[in-house]
């Protein structure tokens, strides 16, 4: 029988994969119904916790929100991030693979890098960690403002050697975020794993997105980001009825009581 993450790089080239993240169980108990694969990103830092960066998520913090997520999915893979600094060597990356996999039971993990990652990745997929990579704009090691990356002929090249060694080496799929859109369809007709695009084009054999900011719940004003409902109105407008019944004495009324 074929494997999950099998069913999932084999959806290359058949239709567009639908990647979306959750932080917790309600959320991604609503939209498994239609993603291929939830990723519990370490963008939570600064979606849930307003950290100005990745780096301050910990092990611990990827482990709780993942258990959580996991009571949500019933068919989507998933997938979670390793923060930064779990993964500097080979020893460190498997010990903490291994711990994420077993408190969690998610099916893979995301690493960011590419060809300086080479070692680790080897390692983790020979004691059989599946792997996401992430290349292009990497939020964990990121200097100043995000910019699309692969414009220059250097930065391309990289780029691409990049997507060929985590293809190389065992990867499963790679995220490539804000990689110029040429570049993005190189690399993708020229890999034999899905390449996930987050503002890297419809080249891509499937897109992610933050799910928080596709609802409206956060302010980002990010290019590739498209607000598709705002929540935060329903909130407001639930919460504002609330009040009202509450102040009224039209709730509870008996139906809602003992
Ligand atoms: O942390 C995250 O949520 C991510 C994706 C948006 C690709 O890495």
């Not at 058949?14 to 291929?36: G, M």
């Not at 792997?131 to 090691?141: D, N």
């Amino acid at each position: 029988m074929l494997s999950r993450i099998s069913k999932f790089t084999l959806k290359k080239n058949k239709s567009k994969i639908i990647c979306l993240t959750a932080y917790s169980k309600n959320i991604a108990e609503e939209i498994d119904k239609y993603t291929d694969m939830i990723l519990v990103g370490d963008s939570l830092g600064s979606v849930l916790y307003n950290y100005k960066t990745t780096r301050k998520v910990t092990l611990q913090m990827m482990i709780e929100h993942a258990k959580s997520v996991r009571l949500g999915i019933k068919k989507s893979l998933m997938i979670v991030d390793m923060p930064y600094k779990t993964y500097r060597n080979k020893y460190e990356a498997l010990r903490n693979c291994k711990k994420i996999m077993k408190e969690s039971k998610c099916d893979g993990v995301k690493l960011e890098g590419g060809i300086k990652l080479k070692k680790i990745i080897q390692y983790l997929v020979k004691n059989k960690i599946p792997v996401m990579g992430h290349i292009g704009i990497m939020p964990q090691t990121v200097r100043g403002k995000f910019r699309v990356k692969g414009k220059s002929k250097k930065e391309k090249n990289e780029i691409f050697r990049d997507a060929k060694t985590l293809e190389n080496i065992g990867a499963f799929a790679i995220v490539l975020e804000c990689v110029e859109n040429k570049l993005s369809r190189e690399i993708t007709n020229n890999i034999k794993i899905p390449t996930i695009g987050i503002g890297s084009s419809y080249y891509c054999d499937g897109q992610i997105l933050v799910t928080d900011d596709i609802l409206g719940l956060t302010q980002s004003k990010i290019r590739f980001v498209k607000r598709y409902i705002d929540i935060k109105s329903h909130i407001r407008k639930g919460v504002k009825q609330y009040k009202k019944e509450v102040l009224t004495k039209k709730y509870p009324s008996k139906k809602y009581w003992y």
